[in-house]
């Protein structure tokens, strides 16, 4: 493997670390489970999973990699606080955090070097030509970020 | 600037970011507000803050950058859970937090792409001859996670 290919390797592999210990941190609580808080007075496990895979989603147009799979994931999960709005239950939002991060993973698999420091589709191309590194790969460096930040938080509802 | 470095400063800006929203978030605090529960039973916001300096300094061996600064934080942070032994003030951690992301973030500048790639020091040659992921590039993104993961715990202290 090139230089290139390494970096990008390991970047990958911090993404797909995050990704399946938060799998495996969700997928086997119970609903009843989904819907405590992380603390009290704070967001419900449910929520935070489902945010995650809401802002997952969004990368699919952020990155220029395809439209969004489920959108209307994101007034329950974004833009709206938690307990605002009804959400759909483990069982659904498990079957679609699924099908977003296996679309996520093959595109991304795809991608070369050059193609993550492609400009993302928030910036304009004039703020690129300045700001080289609002490029993919810094926001796919950011979302994983992301994915550990909340999956801190999650961990915090555990032995209570 | 090469692909190489672009994504190598993907990464140090990622680095960056995490240390400067924390940085931002424990230094304002009071001593007081340092030994408040970041949720009821839960760690002391001292404790995230003493960990993620004491994890950070390790990574100058743990890297091949230089000796620790700072293993007495280690008994205080890491080795034992918090309020078993008694940890130093909020002012004489921010001074280390200092020293060390500052010393980190030096010679982090210094690497290149290939300085990024060569194995860090626990991995033996030979397991890093069938596994080259195990480099310092994959440790600076694993470290990074590590922040973003305490900070969101962290975070969760804010507006209670």
Known sequence: MTTETL???SALRNWKLNIDRTDKFFTPLSEQQ???E???????LIYLWGHLTAVND?????????????PELDAMFVTNPDRSVATISGVALKRLWDEINGTLWTKFSALSGSD?????????EE?????????????????TSHIAYHFGQAKLAERR
């Open 7 to 9: 970096l990008i390797d």
């Open 38 to 44: 992380i603390a009290p007075g704070k967001n419900r």
């Open 58 to 70: 969004a990368l699919l147009p952020l990155l220029g990699l395809g439209e969004r799979l489920h």
């Open 127 to 143: 703020d690129f030509a300045r700001e080289p590194h609002r490029n993919r790969f810094t926001i796919l460096l950011g979302r």
């Open 116 to 124: 993550w420091l492609k400009k993302h589709s928030s910036v304009s």
């Open 34 to 36: 989904l819907v405590e």
